[in-house]
T-cell receptor, first 109, second 113 residues
């Protein structure tokens, strides 16, 4: 079973920041927080991952709380093409990713 | 070049038939996976192979038989297809030991009629 809890759905206005929360209160010390997204039945796409420090790449930023029990994925300027299901996953990297139900993000013009 | 490629993209077949789905990755990864996404959109791990060896089999019926001829390929053969096998099957690959990302193929939509 997935070890994360995410809201079922969220809306975001185009051009605004999309902040997607995730709770992972049972995360272990060696587990990373990964974010993937799936755009309309395409294969899941990697976005970003981190252990305890905040991370940023060309797609998004990942903010992890100091106690590591929750995190937020930030898409700084959401576009219509960011409409997708976003999955937050905790994994040590040695086992297959376990997907939960994710958050369906709808970016609205 | 496509990192993880699956063929075919669509597959429609009758109940009772045997079919195969092929997967190839050109990323030099040592671990490959098969996932199943059903009509409710849940993505579930089926198999995991590391260096051609099966390491995880998640209670999948033995009608499903993965085969890995080499590290770059993981094929999925399904015998005696049933209506409930209809789903989208995704292949993926990654490095086994490490905090690196997994790459997914574009999926094979299997419809059993």
């Amino acid at each position: 079973d997935a070890k994360t809890t995410q809201p079922t759905s969220m809306d975001c206005a185009e051009g605004r920041a999309a902040n997607l929360p995730c709770n992972h209160s049972t995360i272990s010390g060696n587990e990373y927080v990964y974010w993937y997204r799936q755009i309309h039945s395409q294969g899941p796409q990697y976005i970003i991952h981190g252990l305890k420090n905040n991370e940023t790449n060309e797609m998004a930023s990942l903010i992890i709380t100091e106690d590591r029990k929750s995190s937020t994925l930030i898409l700084p300027h959401a576009t219509l093409r960011d409409t997708a299901v976003y999955y937050c996953i905790v994994s040590s990297g040695n086992t297959p990713l376990v997907f939960g139900k994710g958050t369906r993000l709808s970016v609205i013009a | 070049d496509t990192a993880v490629s699956q063929t075919p993209k669509y597959l429609v077949t009758q109940m009772g038939n045997d079919k195969s789905i092929k997967c190839e990755q050109n990323l030099g990864h040592d671990t490959m996976y098969w996932y199943k996404q059903d009509s409710k959109k849940f993505l579930k791990i089926m198999f995991s192979y590391n260096n051609k060896e099966l390491i995880i089999n998640e209670t999948v019926p033995n009608r499903f038989s993965p085969k890995s001829p080499d590290k770059a390929h993981l094929n999925l053969h399904i015998n005696s297809l049933e209506l409930g096998d209809s789903a989208v099957y995704f292949c993926a690959s990654s490095h086994h030991n490490g905090n690196t990302e997994a790459f997914f193929g574009q999926g094979t939509r299997l419809t059993v009629v």
